[in-house]
């Protein structure tokens, strides 16, 4: 399976972080600093507003040529024709969605701390894997750490998929798990907190 060929950073946008406009004047800000990569990520039971928002990114997304993944929502990705989804541990069947999203579609995988749930999910058909967290974070700090090691052995054990740094990433902190064998740093509050998001997201690309 081929690598996705894109920039480091991949946004996560968090609703109570990002209510109501900030949603979209944060991820636009983002796209203006060169992010490609930008996870819709709602986590309430409110459908309308759900697909409402998601439709919006999507518009921001296709306008900026960046792609847009759902945290989650296999139904809501295939709605609105989103580039991909993100499954976490239980919340959906690879296959399935492969099934039901076609062959072009991006999935990624939640891979916590193991590198055999990152090899079930490449054999399952997952396009890239996500393991964390790195570093004490605000959005899941429940989160089971993870060592920068692992980011090493997986580079190894998967040298052809892509792989993801989630946790607690900052600009202070980032290089160390892209030196460690990360494709792409996902970031929530230290991006979408900063005064100057289209600063922020610049500063994490250029690392």
């Known amino acids: 399976m081929q690598r996705i060929n894109t920039k480091s950073l991949y946004a996560i946008t968090d609703t109570q972080l990002m209510p109501n406009e ?6 636009i800000a983002a796209l203006k600093g060169g992010c490609k990569f930008i996870q819709y990520r709602d986590k309430s ?14 518009t921001l997304c296709n306008r900026f040529s960046a792609t ?14 989103a580039q991909g989804v993100h ?6 069947d690879i296959k399935a ?5 076609g062959t072009h579609a991006i999935i990624g995988v939640t891979c916590q701390d193991s590198l055999a749930l990152a090899e079930k999910a490449i054999a399952d058909g997952a396009n890239y894997i996500a393991f964390g967290r790195f570093f004490v974070s605000n959005t899941k700090p429940n989160a089971r750490p993870a060592p920068l090691n692992l980011l090493r052995e997986a580079r190894e054990k998967f040298p052809n998929t892509m792989i993801v740094a989630i946790g607690g990433i900052t600009i202070e902190n980032a290089k160390q798990v892209i030196d460690a064998g990360a494709d792409m740093i996902a970031v929530c509050h230290n991006l979408f ?3 100057n998001i289209e600063q922020q997201a610049t500063l994490f690309i250029n690392l």
């Open 22 to 27: 900030k949603l979209f004047a944060g991820v």
């Open 68 to 81: 847009l993944i759902i945290n989650d929502d296999v139904h809501l990705t295939q709605r609105i024709n």
């Open 193 to 195: 907190a900063a005064e």
């Open 87 to 92: 499954l976490g541990q239980g919340d959906g």
């Open 97 to 101: 969605a492969r099934v039901l999203l």
């Open 45 to 58: 039971n409110n459908a309308a507003q759900r697909l409402a928002d998601a439709t919006q990114l999507l």
